[in-house]
């Protein structure tokens, strides 16, 4: 039982959308603070965006104004909509519950 699932990368032209998801168990769910971090090849993982369970969140620079961030507690999921995508935004994302677990990653491409 895997506690948290990354979807939706994949390839996208500059300027285009995608919506990441990650699919959250009910016990690693059950906390304050859910992030999305990335990284590009050759570069450190970086911080993207984090949501609290009230739905208030914080960006990178790098993000803010393309990226939202969001929440459906129902459902147990975490978003990352991007928009306004960029080459540089090309990395392996992955979801985080700090301090619990990490997903294993889902690749965008961002690319012509």
């Known amino acids: 039982q895997v506690q948290l699932v990354e979807s939706g990368g994949g390839l996208v032209q500059p300027g285009g959308s995608l919506r990441l998801s990650c699919l959250a168990s009910?016990?690693?769910?059950?906390?304050?603070?859910m992030a999305w971090y990335r990284q590009a090849p050759g570069k450190e993982r970086e911080w993207v965006a984090v949501v609290d369970r009230a739905g208030s969140t914080n960006y990178a620079a790098s993000v803010k104004g393309r990226f939202t961030i969001s929440r459906d507690n129902a459902k147990k999921t975490v978003y990352l909509q991007m928009n306004s995508l960029k080459p540089e935004d090309t990395a392996v994302y992955y979801c985080?519950?700090?301090?619990?677990?990490w997903g294993q990653g889902t690749q965008v491409t961002v690319s012509s």
């Open positions: 985080n519950v700090p301090n619990l677990a």
């Open positions: 009910e016990t690693i769910y059950r906390t304050n603070l």
